[in-house]
T-cell receptor
Framework: EDKVVQSPLSLVVHEGDTVTLNCSYE??????LLWYKQEKKAPTFLFMLTSSGIEKKSGRLSSILDKKELFSILNITATQTGDSAIYLC?????????????FGTGTRLQVTL | DTEVTQTPKHLVMGMTNKKSLKCEQH?????MYWYKQKAKKPPELMFV?????LSINESVPSRFSPECPNSSLLNLHLHALQPEDSALYLC????WGDGYTFGSGTRLTVV
């Protein structure tokens, strides 16, 4: 069974801090790892990672995948209150007939003034 | 069009009612998904359709019945639900290398 573990479960930081969110996984027939941000509604796509060691960057957010150690991190620099959300890591596995996403429990990030 | 559209956004139904959730995408994605998300929990996979055929059913109770009439539409028919089925129901679509796109969800309350 595919498994995704995120840490920490929750985090409170001050505006301007840098945070690192962790995601480890076990999956049959790995296809990709995805990061999402979820506030009150549906998850919003952040990154899709398929290759080891290649950093993906979008503004203050960046992410990298280690396929050997089965691990990914999401970094947020110069955090803002608008970054407060749940950050979900999900792994896409190929079942042979279809692919499916398995989500971790998420990291709840709160950024305070 | 890069969106997945779900209707309705909110639904309140009684335990004897029959209702349907609808999902539509026009990105040409051939895989579509239903996820259920309870409060403070991650989304959990319910069903996967690949090329309009049901590929994965994650042991979902029969009171949930999915349907894929064509490559753009996905329905979830609901009948005789229980209060514990109240949740956010998310539809998603995907194509290889294109990631997954989620709809905004239907927040379902069963009374």
């Amino acid at each position: 069974e595919d498994k995704v573990v995120q840490s920490p479960l929750s985090l409170v930081v001050h505006e301007g801090d840098t945070v690192t969110l962790n995601c480890s996984y076990e999956v049959t027939n790995f296809r990709s790892l995805l990061w999402y941000k979820q506030e009150k509604k549906a998850p919003t796509f952040l990154f899709m990672l398929t290759s080891s060691g290649i950093e993906k960057k979008s503004g203050r957010l960046s992410s990298i995948l280690d396929k050997k150690e089965l691990f990914s991190i999401l970094n947020i620099t110069a955090t803002q209150t608008g970054d407060s959300a749940i950050y979900l890591c999900a792994v896409e596995g190929d079942t042979g007939t279809a692919s499916k996403l398995t989500f971790g429990t998420g990291t709840r990030l709160q950024v305070t003034l | 069009d890069t969106e997945v559209t779900q209707t309705p956004k909110h639904l309140v139904m009684g335990m004897t009612n029959k209702k349907s959730l609808k999902c539509e995408q026009h990105m040409g994605h051939r895989a579509m998904y239903w996820y259920k998300q309870k409060a403070k929990k991650p989304p959990e996979l319910m069903f996967v359709y690949s090329y309009e055929k049901l590929s994965i059913n994650e042991s979902v109770p029969s009171r949930f019945s999915p349907e894929c009439p064509n490559s753009s539409l996905l329905n979830l028919h609901l009948h005789a639900l229980q209060p514990e089925d109240s949740a956010l129901y998310l539809c998603a679509s995907s194509a290889w290398g294109d990631g997954y796109t989620f709809g905004s969800g239907t927040r379902l309350t069963v009374v």
